[in-house]
């Protein structure tokens, strides 16, 4: 179980466009939420959702078999790994997280604050 059905950012029946919807409404820096993938792919079950400076995120969340643990993004070397989704939240509670713009290239970084 990766930790996420009792919590108030998990929303199970969600798709991506009611969450960035939901988002870009409650414009606030930080917003974020957690929903099940589009592709509904064991490798990548969730995604991060996040708010930012008027934009929203879609952050994939990978399943990593061999460890039985989670990480953000793509596979990279040096990545951080989590043993649930909940504590890749808790975690980024606290720490900054890097949001990668792929069209314009930019790279800018937020806590996740507003459920």
């Known amino acids: 179980d990766a930790g996420v ?4 950012w998990y929303t199970a029946t969600c798709d991506r ?3 960035e919807d939901a988002l870009y ?3 606030k ?4 939420l957690i929903r099940k993938s589009s592709g509904q792919d064991s490798r990548q079950p969730y995604t991060l959702v996040v708010f930012y400076n008027r ?4 952050i994939p969340i990978r399943f990593i078999e061999s460890t039985r643990q989670y990480a953000l993004g793509r596979e990279k070397s040096g990545e951080e790994r989590f043993d649930s989704v909940a504590e890749i939240v808790e975690n980024h509670q606290h720490t900054s997280l890097v949001l990668i713009d792929s069209q314009n290239n930019t790279k800018d970084s937020t806590k996740l604050k507003h459920i």
């Not at 059905?5 to 108030?8: D, E, G, I, Q």
């Not at 820096?29 to 974020?32: H, K, N, R």
């Open 5 to 8: 059905h009792s919590k108030a």
């Open 55 to 58: 934009r929203v995120y879609n």
């Open 29 to 32: 820096d930080g917003s974020f």
């Open 25 to 27: 409404r409650s414009n």
């Open 17 to 19: 466009r009611t969450a």
